[in-house]
């Protein structure tokens, strides 16, 4: 039994996360999204930044080949004035990504990246 809606809302449970999606980045697929109706970064929107992200991941996926790199991505983060957005690819699930968009007066960037990974051990689809 699928476990993505329970995923996503421990991650928007932590401090200063207001959006956390799961999505395919082969395909650009949002398999769910959840968040608070935050000015900053409205819940509709996190399936568009799975759709449009995809482009990022596969992008830094090129780079890292062409330079060589032995290591996976891991995380992508993006860093704004009022927020970060993180992108974590799976390990164990290949091809999937959690997007977690966090405040960064409220959050913890650390933390969420900690979590990140814990949930990641959970996850089932």
């Known amino acids: 039994m699928s476990n993505i809606r329970q995923c996503l809302e421990e991650l928007v449970a932590l401090n200063g996360v207001f959006g956390a999606a799961l999505g395919d980045w082969k395909n650009g697929t949002c398999l769910d999204y959840t968040g608070t109706d935050s000015p900053l970064f409205p819940k509709q929107k996190l ?19 062409a330079l060589g790199f032995k290591d996976k991505i891991e995380d992508i983060t993006i860093t704004l004035e009022t927020q970060y957005h993180l992108m974590h690819l799976t390990k164990y699930l290949y091809g999937l990504f959690f997007y977690v968009a966090v405040s960064r007066h409220d959050g913890n960037l650390g933390i969420t990246l900690i979590k ?10």
């Open 47 to 65: 399936a568009l930044a799975i759709a449009v992200n995809t482009e990022v991941i596969r992008a830094k996926a090129r780079a890292a080949e």
């Open 116 to 125: 990140l990974q814990e949930i990641e051990f959970k996850l089932k689809l």
